[in-house]
């Protein structure tokens, strides 16, 4: 499984309810090889984010199993996971999570100190990052002097500045128009394309098809025929 940046066999994943149990993953398996741009397709409530985020370590499957890059991610301690994510995994969030009271620039830092960049290489990275997603000239603003859009590009400059291994992705682009969005992508499918970074990505809009390598359709947690 070395040749692979993500291997998963039969995960699922349960979440308890007063209501009875919701199974928001059944039996998904799949795999992207190394240096592959990859897309989750499926209607809200499909099980995209929950896959995302047990193929992060952000949450632990119920059942099966998920190697990245060829180490099984559930023999990992918390604190060993942590520092496996922060070293190997770049997140773009749906809900963006950037810092309120860090400037792009600082919020871009931060991320990059986690991910072991060296601090000979960091500002280029940052403000290259930021370049290219068309924001060097808000290198100093903070989220809230941003528009939502603005607020997401800098969200994936931020998952891009240490060069990780694997990027997630969770809606990227649903805060972007649709000429932003192609050049969004395009962004990506470059940095996959030069880095051999590999890229998962969830998202509703089909312009994302245009540049990915392969799409996944998940239909009520589990992975649609054909997929």
């Known amino acids: 499984?070395?040749?692979?940046?993500?291997?998963?066999?039969?995960?699922?994943?349960?979440?308890?309810?007063?209501?009875?149990?919701?199974?928001?993953l059944r039996d998904v398996s799949?795999?992207?090889e190394r240096g592959r741009f990859v897309a989750l397709r499926g209607r809200s409530g499909s099980g995209k984010t929950?896959?995302?985020?047990?193929?992060?370590g952000l949450d632990k499957p119920s059942s099966g199993r998920i190697w990245i890059q060829g180490m099984d991610i559930a023999t990992l301690d918390e604190a060993e996971r942590t520092r496996w994510r922060r070293e190997n995994i770049g997140f773009v969030f749906q809900q963006m999570g950037l810092l309120p009271?860090?400037?792009?620039?600082?919020?871009?830092?931060?991320?990059?100190?986690?991910?072991?960049?060296?601090?000979?290489?960091?500002?280029?990275?940052?403000?290259?990052?930021?370049?290219?997603?068309?924001?060097?000239?808000?290198?100093?603003?903070?989220?809230?002097?941003?528009?939502?859009g603005q607020q997401q590009r800098i969200a994936i400059a931020r998952g891009l500045v240490a060069e990780p291994d694997l990027i997630l992705a969770d809606e990227p682009t649903s805060e972007l128009d649709s000429e932003t969005t192609h050049k969004i992508m395009?962004?990506?499918?470059?940095?996959?394309?030069?880095?051999?970074?590999?890229?998962?990505l969830?998202?509703?809009?089909?312009?994302?098809?245009?540049?990915?390598?392969?799409?996944?359709t998940l239909v009520d947690g589990q992975i649609a025929d054909g997929s």
């Open 186 to 200: 395009a962004v990506l499918n470059n940095f996959v394309s030069k880095k051999g970074t590999s890229i998962l």
């Open 50 to 56: 929950t896959l995302l985020n047990c193929v992060g």
């Open 101 to 148: 009271s860090f400037s792009a620039y600082e919020n871009l830092d931060l991320m990059a100190r986690l991910g072991g960049l060296p601090r000979s290489e960091r500002r280029d990275r940052i403000l290259e990052s930021l370049e290219m997603v068309d924001l060097l000239d808000y290198y100093d603003h903070r989220p809230y002097e941003m528009s939502g």
């Open 202 to 216: 969830s998202s509703h809009d089909p312009i994302v098809d245009e540049y990915v390598d392969r799409v996944i």
């Open 1 to 24: 499984m070395t040749d692979l940046a993500i291997a998963a066999q039969d995960v699922g994943r349960v979440y308890p309810s007063d209501s009875g149990d919701v199974h928001a």
């Open 30 to 32: 799949f795999a992207v």
